[in-house]
């Protein structure tokens, strides 16, 4: 294999004679690497899976039975693989979950195991399958990488024994972790990362004593991984963004999206734009348990993504981003969260508040009446402010301006500030806050703030489809969240979405009785 790039090269001729397959695989990986070097930019990749699930069984299956169902989700990932390899991809990233699916217990996950070494005994399974216990996952894994020149990251299950000379060691001998790998383009393996924040279902796994901030150096740029539910949490997304400056964050998924704050699509690139990051999305896609939304977001937007809820098919995406974001001329300036909405009065009287439920948290609401306007509602410290416009105010669509400022602690603990503008169910105001796919009324502008105690907080705004606008919105640097242009779409929600990290911990204030 030849390539010549008559712009970096001041020969172009074509070697003498094919060298041996090792020194071909040195030859083309330096070139990548040179490639990529000569490059500010990357091409990044991400396969939404429509995993192929086992049966649920009491008993364990059989090693053999177990490798087989895993092979046939790997058939379907390599080809994926090898598409976005042929189409320059560098990276790409596979969802949590995508080898095996779900559907476990304890004993019955344990044949899909193996044990996966830490990276710094610089492996490659590929050409060394026998190095340590059998691996044939990692071993395909590292092949699919090394044959098609570029970076895998998969999500697999690793085990490791332990006994009682360790005081946490379960009572089966073993520790079971949901475990991101991630194989160079000459197959090595680089990462390895147990997720830490393990969503309640997943009673197979074990959390790491410690959490883990995994990070590898790449020709372009410094990349961090965490897994699905650790979004939500400091340890360890905020410690890989704000203290080891990753560029890029790789982002194996099984997210079941919850309307109207937390669909995938939505969420992610609110992330990306929040911390500033690169963000590399891979979900699987299984819709009947409201599984889809995968995406390539930049700080600036998304770059492409995808939501299906209609069909069961699987999709790659493939997208260039900038290698350093942060170097980069489009990088958004610091934001000020609160500096606006301080500096201007209540624009309204709260004297129509009403109180409404999101994902089990009640929010103060006052209802957007007039087809243009400014509103204020308050919830303890946070105030949100709207300014806004409609196109058309519609008899039969009702919108809410929403504040929320408390401990959410329904599947996971975890303080929240929220502002939103949001569309109701129905015109019964009852409604405000169930979850809406789709609206009519368009906005000619908006434009949302809040007096956040929190430096954290991730914009959203979700068009009607739960479709996204990316280049339709701003953040300005005193924290208004702010159309660009007239909004294309209907808009289902327009969100500031606040995370106070340190308020975690607080114990829920109980109510005071009715009567002292």
Same mark, same amino acid.
């Given at each position: ?10 020969? !172009? ?112 399974? !590929? ?141 992610? =690139? ?23 939304? =995968? ?49 201007? *009065?209540?624009? =309204? ?124 919105? *701003? ?42």
């Amino acid at each position: 294999m030849f390539v010549c790039d008559s712009e970096h090269s001041r020969s !172009c001729e074509a070697p003498a004679m094919l060298p041996s397959q090792p020194l071909l695989h040195a030859a083309v990986f330096a070139l990548a690497v040179l490639q990529a070097l000569a490059s500010d930019t990357f091409t990044a990749a991400v396969y939404e899976h429509a995993v192929i699930l086992p049966d649920a069984t009491v008993e364990p299956v059989s090693p053999d039975d177990a490798l087989a169902l895993m092979n046939k989700n790997m058939d379907v990932l390599e080809g994926a693989i090898k598409e976005a390899a042929q189409q320059g991809a560098h990276i790409i990233v596979t969802p949590e979950d995508g080898i095996y699916g779900w559907r476990f217990t304890r004993g019955t996950i344990y044949p899909y195991l193996e044990d996966i070494p830490d990276p710094a005994v610089n492996w490659i399974p !590929c050409t060394d399958p026998t190095r340590f216990a059998p691996a044939p996952v990692q071993e395909r894994l590292s092949c699919m990488a090394r044959n098609n020149s570029i970076y895998v990251v998969a999500n697999i299950g690793d085990k490791k024994p332990c006994n009682s000379s360790d005081a946490g060691c379960p009572s089966d001998g073993r520790y079971q972790y949901n475990t991101d790998v991630v194989f160079d383009p000459e197959g090595k393996l680089v990462a390895r990362y147990h997720k830490y924040n393990l969503f309640m279902p997943e009673t197979q796994f074990n959390y790491p004593k410690e959490p883990e901030a995994v990070t590898f150096e790449t020709p372009f740029g410094k990349f961090g991984i965490f897994t699905c539910f650790d979004i939500l949490f400091w340890e360890p997304a905020l410690v890989l963004v704000s203290e080891l400056q990753v560029d890029t964050v790789l982002f194996p998924t099984a997210w079941m999206n919850v309307l109207p704050f937390l669909t995938a699509v939505e969420f992610h =690139s609110a992330w990306a734009m929040g911390m500033g990051v690169n963000f590399l999305a891979a979900n699987t896609h299984y819709t009947s348990m409201s599984m889809t939304g =995968s995406g390539i977001y930049a700080p600036d937007g998304a770059r492409t993504y995808y939501y299906n809820m209609k069909t069961e098919d699987g999709r790659l995406l493939i997208a260039e981003l900038d290698s350093h974001p942060r170097l980069s001329p489009a990088f958004p300036p610091a934001v000020n969260w609160s500096l606006y909405a301080l500096s201007v *009065e209540r624009f =309204s009287p709260n004297d129509h508040d009403f109180r409404g439920r999101i994902f089990y948290d009640w929010f103060t609401f006052t209802e957007v009446t007039k087809p243009e306007g400014n509103l204020t509602v308050c919830q303890k410290d946070l105030c949100c402010h709207l300014s806004y416009k409609v196109a058309g105010k519609r008899e039969d669509e009702v919108y809410v301006l929403g504040a929320f400022d408390g401990l959410h602690v329904v599947e996971g603990q975890y303080y929240l500030q929220i502002c939103t503008l949001l569309k109701c169910k129905t015109t019964d105001l009852n409604t405000c806050g169930q979850p809406v796919e789709t609206a009519q009324t368009k906005f000619e502008m908006f434009s949302l703030s809040g007096t956040f105690g929190t430096n954290y907080v991730f914009p959203e705004v979700l068009y009607s489809g739960v479709q996204l606008a990316p280049g339709e919105f *701003e953040v300005l640097n005193d924290g208004r969240l702010i159309s660009k242009t007239r909004p294309t779409k209907p808009v289902v929600t327009v969100t500031l979405f606040g995370r106070w990290y340190e308020k975690d911990h607080l114990k829920q204030v109980p109510q005071p009785p009715a009567f002292p």
